[in-house]
DNA sequence: AAATTCTCCTGAAGGC
DNA sequence: TGCCTTCAGGAGAATT
């Protein structure tokens, strides 16, 4: 399940081999996923020069000579650089085709996307709203803690809301809220200054954690080089129920809040 | 306005 | 062995 982490590495896997290419066009087996995939795609594609691959939040922007393409893993989606003629496999639904080669998307579940758009990619519906980038500088604690003013949620629900911060998905929120020592029921507004400090430091902690390992995968992540990306990350306390607290031993509990998993250590986390 | 629930989809895992 | 049920989850949409 591609998280901010998983679609960084992706990123940094795909985006020497897409910069300054001429893309030839495209080829949609499936045009069904979160959204329709953009009609007429080779149309669109053929002829524009690759500017950019970028990333915000989770959402991977291919910046093109006229236009950006917006692409979203959704949760079991992956991205490889492979040979044009390369036999598709199941679920293989697009390609972006470049001198030769193509950009294959793989994606079971299809809550992927992918959106071609002329103007600015930020511009476009999708992103706009957006909270600031977990690793940029407007993420600080007087932000967090100002934007958590007055919202009753429990915190692991606010810092899961794109509106607030991007890219904290359910395994980074879980592992955040416990090296940062915050029960994840508690509501956002009830939380210091200090803990938020505390808190921001352990998402960006988490996360760049995991961009270094090259990201971390339980299922079905495959990296663009076609290997299992099962990056062995030290996961603390999420799917840890009933066993011991690596910190104090106490059973790490599960319980659902916003229809997510939530696992956390009942001792430490207050 | 904010909070909660629903929705898309398929593969894995568990039960019998 | 195999069929059935349940669950997982990003994030926008719908609902309360």
């Known amino acids: 399940m591609p998280e901010l982490p998983e679609v960084e590495t992706t990123r940094r896997g795909i985006a020497p081999h897409l910069e300054g290419r001429t893309l030839l066009g495209a080829v949609v087996r499936q045009p069904q996923l979160r959204y329709p995939v953009t009609p007429h795609l080779d149309r669109r594609l053929k002829g524009q ?77 999708l992103l706009r709203g957006l909270g600031p980038e977990p690793l940029g500088d407007e993420f600080t604690a007087a932000y967090l803690h100002q934007a958590a003013s007055r919202r009753r949620v429990a915190v692991k629900n606010f810092i899961m809301d794109s509106h607030v911060v991007v890219g904290v998905g359910n395994i980074y929120a879980n592992e955040s809220l416990f090296a940062a020592g915050i029960h994840p029921l508690r509501r956002a507004d009830r939380i210091s200054l200090a803990r938020y400090s505390k808190l921001r430091d352990t998402i960006r902690d988490v996360l760049s954690g995991a961009i270094r390992k090259g990201g971390t995968t339980l299922r079905d992540f495959v990296n663009e080089n076609g290997n299992p990306g099962y990056f062995s990350l030290s996961l603390k306390v999420y799917g840890r129920t009933g066993q011991p607290c690596p910190v104090c031993g106490s059973p790490v509990r599960q319980c659902i809040t916003g229809q997510r998993s939530t696992f956390y250590c009942p001792r430490c986390q207050r």
Request: some cysteine; glycine content about 10%.
């Open 49 to 125: 020069r690759v500017r950019e691959v970028a990333r915000r939040g989770k959402y991977l922007l291919v910046r093109l000579s006229k236009g950006s393409l917006i692409i979203h893993l959704g949760m079991s989606g992956s991205l490889r650089v492979l040979d044009a003629d390369a036999p598709p496999r199941t679920h293989d639904h697009l390609d972006i085709l470049f001198d030769g080669r193509c950009l294959r998307l793989h994606d079971p579940r299809r809550f992927g996307l992918v959106i071609w758009t002329e103007g600015p990619a930020e511009d476009h519906p």
